[in-house]
C-alpha cells in the first residue's frame, strides 16, 4: 500500500505567488504601462491628462510626476516606476516624463533579450556598464554654464515651459523664474546652495498668467488683525514674534473667588494693564509692524491700532522663516527681550485684495533671501498648472546653476549617447554587448515620441538625426513645429544636464531591480492587484 504525500504548505491561506518568467513577465508589463500612460505628454506638442479623483477632484496637467501620484497605482512594479519619477522630482524638478519613459523602453528591450534567452542578470550587468558609459558621454559633451549666462539660463526656463498650459506666458514666467533662482541662490567654498523653499509660489485666481509678478519679499495669506490700523507703511521696522500678545491661561484649573465688584473692576484692569506693557514692550523696540505666529488678544489689538502698528496673528512658522530671510528681522520667543537689533526692514508693508482675499505683501526687501511669486490664472486649474511649469523652470535653473553643465534638448542627447554607446558595445565580448545595444536603442524612445506627438513619422526623422549626428553635429535635434532636424542649441532647447543624468541613472537602476525579480509572493490578506490585458484594456488596473 502506498502512502499518500501531504503536500507542504509554508505560505498563509490566500497568499498569491507568481513565479519564473511570469513574474518577469507580469512585473515588465506593469512598468510599460506606467510608462506607456505618461508617453503622450512629451515634448512641445504632447498631451494633457485630466484626473478626476474619488471625491469628485479634477487635475488637468502634462507633469509627469503628478499624473501618476494622482492615478493611485497599485501593482507593485508599477509603484517601482512611480518612485523614479518622484526621485527625479525631487532631485531636479523636471524631466520625470522623461525618467519614466526611458525606464519603462529599458524593460521592453530586456524582454527581447529574455525571449533569446539571455540570463536577466546578464542584461542587468550589461545595463549596468552602459549606464555607467552613458554618464561619461554626457560629461563629455555637456557645455558649461555659470549666472553671467543670463540668455542660456532664459532659454532653459523657456524649455521647461514649452508644452505646458502656461506656454502662451514663457517669456514673463522665464523672466520670473531666472530673477527668483538668481535672489535666493547661494555661493560658499566653491559650492552652490539652493534651498527651493526660499521661493514661495502664491496662488490666485483672477487675471491672467501673464500678470503673475515676482514679489522682492514674502506674500502672506493675513490681513491686519484690527480694522483701525494703517493698510500702507513704508520703511517699516518688523519684529517677528513667536509668543503670544494676550494673557495665558493657567496651567491647572484654577477658580478665583471675587466677593467684591471692586475686585472684579481691579482684575479687569490689571489683565488690561499687562496687555498694554506688552503692546508698550513692542512699542520700545521702535517696531510699527508685527507679525506673531500665535495669539493676539483683542484688547492688544486696540492698543496696537492706537499707536499706528500693522499686526498679523498666527502666521506660518515657514512664513516666519521666510520673513527672517527676506528682511534680515530675528525670530524673538520672548517678548522681554524684543530690541531694535531684532528689527527687519522692508520698503513696504502693504494690505492687498487680491482677488476674494485680503492679502500682506512685504516687499522692496533689500537683498531678500527668500522671495514670492504670485502666479495667476483664469481658473484654479490654469493657475495649477501655472504652478507646475513655474515649479519645472525654478527646478531647471537651479540644477543647471549648481551643477554649472547644460545640453541641448530636443532628442538631441539622447541620440548623440546612442551612438556613443554602440561604438562602446562594440569592444565587448560577451552576452553583456546584447544588453548595451538594448540600452542604446532604448534611449532612442525620446526623440521616436517627441516625433510621435508631433504626427511625425518617426522612422525617417531617427534616420535623419543619426546621419546628422554621424556628421558632428551633436546638437542636432527634432523641431517638432517644422517637423525638420536642426541644431536644437541654436533653436534655444536647453536643459541642465542633471536632468538627463539622473534620468538615465535612475530609469537603469529600477530596470536592473526589476529584471533581477523572478518571484512575486502576495500576502493572503488582499487580492494581488490583477494586470490588464493590454494597453487599452477598459478594466486597466495599476
Known amino acids: 500500500m502506498s502512502k499518500e504525500i501531504q503536500p507542504i504548505f509554508i505560505l498563509p491561506e490566500g497568499t498569491q505567488r507568481t513565479t519564473g518568467k511570469n513574474a518577469q513577465r507580469n512585473n515588465i508589463m506593469a512598468a510599460k504601462l506606467v510608462a ?47 518612485e523614479v519619477a518622484k526621485t527625479q522630482e525631487a532631485e531636479v524638478g523636471d524631466g520625470t516624463t522623461t525618467a519614466v519613459i526611458i525606464a519603462g523602453e529599458l524593460l521592453k528591450r530586456a524582454e527581447e533579450l529574455l525571449d533569446q534567452n539571455v540570463h536577466p542578470t546578464v542584461i542587468a550587468k550589461g545595463y549596468r556598464m552602459a549606464e555607467e558609459k552613458a554618464q561619461e558621454i554626457l560629461s563629455q559633451i555637456a557645455e558649461n554654464v555659470t549666472d553671467k549666462d543670463e540668455a542660456v539660463l532664459r532659454r532653459i526656463a523657456e524649455t521647461a515651459l514649452t508644452g505646458k498650459g502656461a506656454e502662451s506666458a514663457k517669456t514673463k514666467l522665464s523672466e520670473i523664474a531666472l530673477k527668483a533662482v538668481k535672489r535666493v541662490i547661494e555661493y560658499a567654498d566653491g559650492h552652490v546652495h539652493f534651498d527651493k523653499e526660499n521661493i514661495k ?33 513704508k520703511t ?9 500678545l494676550e494673557i495665558k491661561d493657567t496651567e491647572i484649573d484654577a477658580k478665583i473667588e471675587i466677593t467684591d465688584p471692586m475686585q472684579m473692576q481691579a482684575f479687569l484692569q490689571q489683565e488690561e494693564k499687562m496687555l498694554s506693557d506688552m503692546v508698550d514692550k513692542v ?40 520673513l527672517a530671510r527676506a528682511t534680515g528681522a530675528r525670530i524673538v520667543t520672548s517678548l522681554r527681550d524684543l530690541t ?55 527646478g531647471d535653473i537651479a540644477a543647471a546653476l549648481k551643477n554649472g553643465k547644460v545640453v541641448a534638448g530636443a532628442g538631441a542627447p539622447e541620440i548623440e549617447v546612442s551612438k556613443g554607446l554602440r561604438k562602446y558595445a562594440d569592444g565587448l565580448s560577451g552576452r553583456e554587448q546584447l544588453a548595451v545595444l538594448a540600452f542604446a536603442d532604448a534611449l532612442e524612445i525620446i526623440p521616436r515620441t517627441l516625433a510621435e506627438n508631433a504626427g511625425m513619422d518617426p522612422i525617417n526623422l531617427l534616420v535623419e538625426m543619426k546621419a546628422a549626428h554621424d556628421k558632428k553635429q551633436k546638437w542636432a535635434g527634432v523641431d517638432v513645429f517644422k517637423g525638420k ?50 494597453v487599452g484594456h477598459p478594466g486597466m488596473e495599476f
Open 201 to 233: 509660489l502664491e496662488k490666485r485666481t483672477g487675471s491672467s498668467v501673464e500678470e503673475s509678478e515676482l514679489i522682492e519679499g514674502v506674500v502672506l495669506e493675513k490681513e491686519a488683525v484690527h480694522p483701525g490700523m494703517p493698510k500702507m507703511l
Open 485 to 534: 532636424v536642426v541644431d536644437a542649441w541654436a533653436m534655444g532647447v536647453i536643459e541642465p544636464l542633471k536632468i538627463k543624468t539622473q534620468a538615465i541613472s535612475s530609469a537603469s537602476e529600477v530596470a536592473q531591480m526589476i529584471l533581477r525579480i523572478d518571484d512575486v509572493i502576495a500576502g493572503g490578506k488582499a487580492p494581488m492587484p490583477q494586470m490588464p490585458q493590454g
Open 340 to 394: 531694535a537689533k531684532d528689527l527687519g526692514a522692508a520698503g513696504m508693508v502693504e494690505e492687498k485684495k487680491i482677488g476674494s482675499d485680503e492679502m500682506t505683501f512685504i516687499t522692496g526687501c533689500k537683498n531678500p533671501k527668500s522671495v514670492t511669486v504670485l502666479v495667476r490664472g483664469g481658473t484654479e486649474h490654469v493657475v495649477d498648472e501655472a504652478k507646475r511649469a513655474l515649479t519645472d523652470a525654478i
Open 236 to 244: 517699516p521696522k518688523i519684529a517677528l514674534l513667536d509668543s503670544a
Open 283 to 322: 512699542i520700545a523696540s521702535g517696531a510699527n509692524v508685527v507679525f506673531c505666529q500665535k495669539g493676539i488678544d483683542d484688547m492688544a489689538q486696540h492698543f496696537l491700532a492706537k499707536k499706528g502698528i500693522y499686526a498679523a496673528r498666527r502666521v506660518k512658522k515657514s512664513d516666519m522663516e521666510a
Open 36 to 82: 506607456e500612460t505618461v508617453r503622450t505628454t512629451l515634448g512641445p506638442k504632447g498631451m494633457d491628462k485630466m484626473i478626476v479623483d474619488s471625491m469628485g477632484d479634477i487635475t488637468v496637467t502634462n507633469d509627469g510626476v503628478t499624473i501618476l501620484e494622482e492615478m493611485q497605482v497599485e501593482h507593485p512594479a508599477a509603484k517601482m516606476i512611480v
